[in-house]
């Protein structure tokens, strides 16, 4: 927000005999001054000039720490080379609209972080490669959370074939007064081997730490599946927020990316889904 010293607006007219306009207000001549007060310039300490460095678009942005300084050389107004304006306010969306390119006299884009300010031709290739890695990586998560709820699938089907086959063992038994006789052909008369009661359910430490192994299996794959989504659903979003930047180059770059992921993980997964924040 302002200062208090810069909470009153004035405008250059308002301005004292010995103060000269500077960002929006009336500054008062340095006692330092060794040129007339005309020459004085309202500089940043850059070296660049408010208002002609911080005007866009009809607009003019703020100079927090503009002071009156003498010219020690020809104020340059060359823009050539700039990608775009660091003396504007950064932003992190095209208000009006989709936008094509950088103006260098315009703001520079900011890319989800406040830090990640793409004032630069390489920074903004990265940030169309990294989105372009985003929305891939999206798709590859949801390849493997697929796989994942597969084997847990799998998995669960496995114990509970185990367990219907260990009661049919259990029926046996009883049946036949502490000896389980499991057909076996070719094992003779009676084709049989007897096995002790103790390895059926909980009555041997064998069964009860295979009830503990598929306890930790079956857990560990749903928190497996659970981070999976958790980390797919704030790149989806991460990459949402990307695309409403309206900076038109970095919008394809989100459709590449979840358009190759899709081609390498789920071009032949037959599913309606097409969202990428919870696509299983």
């Keep these: 927000g302002c200062t208090p010293s810069r909470s009153l607006l004035q405008d250059e007219g308002s301005c004292n005999d010995d103060e000269v306009y500077c960002w929006m207000m009336c500054m008062r001549v340095p006692d330092t001054a060794d040129c007339a007060k005309d020459a004085l310039l309202c500089k940043d300490p850059r070296g660049q000039l408010w208002p002609e460095a911080y005007a866009f678009d009809g607009t003019t942005e703020h100079c927090f720490d503009c ?9 340059s107004s060359n823009t050539s080379g700039r990608f775009c304006n ?33 004032d630069e ?5 990265f940030a169309c490669l990294g989105t372009v ?21 799998a998995h669960v089907q496995r114990y509970i074939q185990k367990q219907a086959h260990q009661q049919a063992v259990l029926d ?18 009676g084709g049989l081997s007897s096995r002790p009661s103790s390895w059926l359910p909980g009555a041997s430490k064998p069964v009860v730490q295979w009830w503990s192994d598929f306890d930790f299996k079956r857990h560990f794959m749903l928190s497996l599946s659970l981070t999976l989504f958790a980390i797919q659903a704030m790149l989806a979003y991460a990459l ?18 979840l358009s190759i992921g899709h081609g390498l993980w789920h071009l032949t997964v037959w599913s309606e889904n097409v969202d990428p924040c919870c696509d299983c």
């Design 121 to 125: 031709e390489v920074k903004f290739a």
């Design 172 to 189: 046996e038994e009883k049946l036949t007064g502490g000896e389980v006789l499991p057909a076996c052909g070719g094992c003779g008369s």
């Design 133 to 153: 890695l985003m929305g891939m990586a999206i798709a590859l998560l949801a390849k493997l959370r697929r796989d994942v709820n597969a084997a847990t699938k």
């Design 86 to 118: 660091p003396n504007l306010i950064a932003i992190n969306m095209w208000m009006t609209g989709f936008k094509v390119g950088t103006s260098p006299n315009g703001p520079c884009l900011v890319y989800l972080f406040q830090e990640w300010v793409l």
């Design 240 to 257: 949402m927020l990307v695309a409403m930047t309206y900076q038109v180059e970095l919008f394809i770059m989100v459709f590449l990316g």
């Design 67 to 75: 002071a009156l300084e003498c010219p020690s050389q020809p104020p």
